[in-house]
Nanobody, 115 residues
Framework: QVRMVESGGGLVQAGGSLKLACAASGTIFRFNAMGWYRQAPGKQRELVATITSGGGTNYADSVKGRFTISRDGAKNTVYLQMNSLKPEDTAVYYC?????????WGQGTQVTVSS
């Protein structure tokens, strides 16, 4: 059974930094793509950043220049370095792994940015 486990969330002041990590277990394959999504209270889940197995990245406009996604493909691990955090970045952040036609999700980690 595939499990995605996030870590690294927490409370930080505006302008601060956090680094999220997500490790997958139970896989015998390498994800085609991995990514981070977030959901703020009362809002829909939205894409934050994705990275392909070839290293190609995609970012939401709201985080470009502030967040950096990276991955360790051999370990099916993905990271999100978040700098210059803003109160509007407050949300539950979810890790995602895509393989074939399936998506795998973590349980989420809370990121709270105080003003």
């Amino acid at each position: 059974q595939v499990r995605m486990v996030e870590s690294g969330g927490g409370l930080v002041q505006a302008g601060g930094s956090l680094k999220l990590a997500c490790a997958a277990s139970g896989t015998i394959f390498r994800f085609n793509a991995m990514g981070w999504y977030r959901q703020a209270p009362g809002k829909q889940r939205e894409l934050v950043a994705t990275i392909t197995s070839g290293g190609g990245t995609n970012y939401a406009d709201s985080v470009k220049g502030r967040f950096t996604i990276s991955r360790d493909g051999a370990k099916n691990t993905v990271y999100l370095q978040m700098n210059s955090l803003k109160p509007e970045d407050t949300a539950v952040y979810y890790c995602n792994g895509a393989y074939s036609r399936a998506d795998y999700w973590g349980q989420g980690t809370q990121v709270t940015v105080s003003s």
